[in-house]
C-alpha cells in the first residue's frame, strides 16, 4: 500500500532524520576521553585521561545516556530531596505550575474581559501591562522573595493534612501566574473585541440582563480566543518554571538541572533539558486538542 | 383610526469632522394595527436605519417613535426583529436560540410551556424535524426560518424586518416568503419590512412607504396595495393592477429616488448621466 508507506516515512523517517542529525552535530563538538600513559616527574608511568574535543566538557551522546540511565530507568524513585526519579521531579515542578497557572487564568480572563469590553479601563491599564508584559522571570522572583518574607500560609484542607506554603513557593508560584497571565489577558481582550456587532444586537433586542449576556452571548462568543490565550499561557508557565526552581532551590526539574550544573554533572543538564522539552511540548499538544473542541463553535 | 406605530419628525445624524451628516430627515409615517408595511429604496438610502430606530437599536436624533400609545426608548422583546443575517448565536441550537428570547419574555410560564412554545413555532416554520441541530448543520433559508421563528415566538407587538431574504436565492425567498405571510395571518401582527425587491413588497405588504436617496433620506410617495388577502403569488400576478403598480414603483427607484441629484450634479460635473437601465424586478446594488 503506496500511502501506508508515505505516512511511515511523513511521521516517522522525516522526524527521525532531523534527530539523527542533531545527536551527529552534538556527538561532533561534544568532547571524547582519551587516556594516555605518560612518565610523570618521577618517572613513574601513569595513565593520564583528558578530554578532548570543541567542547572538551561537553558531553557525548553515550555518556549523556549512561548518566542519565538512573533517571530514566527508574522514574519514581526518590534517593534524596535533590536526588529522584525524572517523573518524580516533573511531577513536583508539574503541581507548583499548576497553581501559578490557575491563578493566571482566574486573574487574566476578567482581567482580558474588562480591557476588551471598557474603553476606558484599556486607557487606563493597558500602558501598565505593556510595561509589565515584557519583563522576565528572573527580574520578578527576587521581588516575590521580598513581597512574601515574611509570609507562611496554611491552607486547611478538610480532611486531610493542611498544606503550608513556605516564602520561596509563594515567591515562585507568583512568578508563575504574573509572568503567564499576559497571554490570557490579551487573547480574551481581541476575542471580546471581535465579538460580531449581531450577537450583541440579539442579545440587546431580547433585553438579556448583563450576566445574562455575559454568560450566553459573550463568554461563548469569546471562548475560542480564551483558549488560544490559555494555551500560550500555560507554555509561558512551563517555561518560567526553571527560573524560578533555580533560584528558589526546590525539588523539581528545574532545581535539579542548577544544582548538577553546580556539581559539574553535565550530563543531566542535558537530561533535564529534553525532559523539560518533551513535558512542555506534551502540554502544548494536550492544550491545542481542548482548544481544537472549542474551535467548532 | 387610532394608530399604533407613529414616527414623526425622525431624523438620524452622525457628527463626523466635516460636520454632523444627515441620514434620515423628517421621516413621518403612521401604521395601523395589523397593517403590513413595507419600506423600499436604494441601498443605504436610510431604510435601514429608520427600522433600527423603531427597533431601538440606533439612537434617534431628532424626533420621537410612539409605539402603542408609548414612546420608544430603547430595544426591547415587545418588537420582534427579523435581521438581515439569521444572528443565531452559533453555539446554540436552532431550540436553544429560540428558548433564549421564550425565556426572557414568558419567565412566568413552566419550563413545559416554554419548551412548547418553541416548538411550536419551529414546526410551524417547517423546522419540525431538526429543531435540535446547530446553526451550522443548517442552510441558510433554514437558519432565517429560525430567526422568523424567534421573533413571532416572542408574541411581540410589532415585527421588524430588515431584509430578512436578501441573502437567500430566490426559490428560498419565495418559499420564506409564505412562511412569513401565513405567520402573519394567523398572529395579525403589525410589520415594518425593509426590502428592495419590488415583488417582495407587492406581495407582502398593504402598503409601500418608497425613500428616497440619502442623504437625507425622506418618504417620497406611500403606495396603497389592495390585493385580495389571503394571497396566492400566482393570483397576485395575474390581478389587473399588478403591472401598473409595479411600473409605478420602479418608475419612482429609477426617477424619483434621485430627486436631490441635481444639486449633486452642481458639485461634481464631471459624472455623466448615466444610461436608462432596463426596468428589472429587482431594484439591488
Sequence with gaps: MDWIKRFRIDTFVFPLIGIGLCVLIWYCISGREISSTVKDDFGDMVTVTKRVGLSEDLPTPAETWAASKPYVIKPFEKRGELDQGMLRFTWLSLK??????????????????????????????????????PVSPLAWLPLGMVLFLSAKFTVHIPFAENVTYTASELAAIFTIAICSMWPTVLNTAVGVRAIPQDYIN??????????????????PATLPYMFTGFRLSLGIAWLVIVAAEMLTGRPGIGGFLWQQYNALSYAHIILCILTIGIIGYALDRLMSMVEARFKTI | ????????????????????????????????????????????????????????????????????????????????????????????????????????VFYTASRQEREQI?????????????????????????????????????????????????????????????????????????????????????????????????????????????????????????????????????????IHAHKKKPVQQVSAPVAPAPPPAPKSASISV
Design chain 2, 118 to 254: 418553541a416548538e411550536y413555532y419551529l414546526t410551524i416554520v417547517g423546522l419540525g424535524d431538526s429543531m435540535h441541530k446547530r446553526p451550522a448543520e443548517l442552510s441558510g433559508g433554514m437558519r432565517q426560518r429560525v430567526g422568523i421563528a424567534r421573533a413571532f415566538a416572542l408574541s411581540p407587538k410589532m415585527l421588524l424586518l430588515d431584509e430578512p431574504f436578501g441573502m437567500l436565492d430566490s426559490l428560498t425567498r419565495f418559499e420564506l416568503q409564505q412562511v412569513l405571510i401565513e405567520l402573519w395571518r394567523r398572529d395579525k401582527k403589525t410589520a415594518v419590512m425593509v426590502t428592495h425587491d419590488v415583488d417582495e413588497a407587492l406581495f407582502l405588504s398593504d402598503r409601500i412607504v418608497m425613500m428616497t436617496d440619502g442623504p437625507e433620506a425622506e418618504v417620497g410617495d406611500i403606495l396603497e396595495i389592495n390585493f385580495p388577502r389571503p394571497r396566492e403569488r400566482q393570483a397576485v400576478m395575474e390581478h389587473p393592477d399588478y403591472y401598473r403598480l409595479r411600473e409605478h414603483l420602479i418608475e419612482f427607484l429609477e
Design chain 1, 202 to 219: 440579539v442579545a440587546r433586542v431580547l433585553k438579556l440582563s448583563r450576566s445574562k449576556t455575559l454568560f450566553k452571548v459573550l463568554v
Design chain 2, 1 to 104: 383610526m387610532s394608530h399604533y406605530l407613529e414616527l414623526s419628525k425622525l431624523s438620524k445624524s452622525y457628527s463626523t469632522p466635516k460636520g454632523p451628516a444627515i441620514i434620515v430627515k423628517d421621516f413621518n409615517l403612521k401604521v395601523s394595527q395589523g397593517e403590513f408595511i413595507c419600506l423600499i429604496g436604494h441601498s443605504g438610502c436610510g431604510k435601514s436605519t429608520v427600522l433600527s430606530m423603531i427597533a431601538g437599536l440606533s439612537e434617534v436624533t431628532e424626533g420621537v417613535i410612539v409605539l402603542a400609545g408609548k414612546e420608544i426608548t430603547g430595544p426591547g422583546p415587545d418588537r420582534g426583529v427579523v435581521f438581515q443575517s439569521p444572528c443565531l448565536l452559533p453555539w446554540m441550537t436552532a431550540f436553544e436560540n429560540v428558548m433564549l428570547g421564550i425565556n426572557q
Design chain 1, 96 to 133: 507548583l505550575v499548576a497553581q501559578g497557572y490557575f491563578i493566571a487564568l482566574l486573574l487574566g480572563t476578567p482581567i482580558g474581559f474588562c480591557l476588551g469590553l471598557s474603553k476606558t479601563f484599556t486607557k487606563i491599564f493597558d500602558p501598565i501591562i505593556q510595561i509589565l508584559r
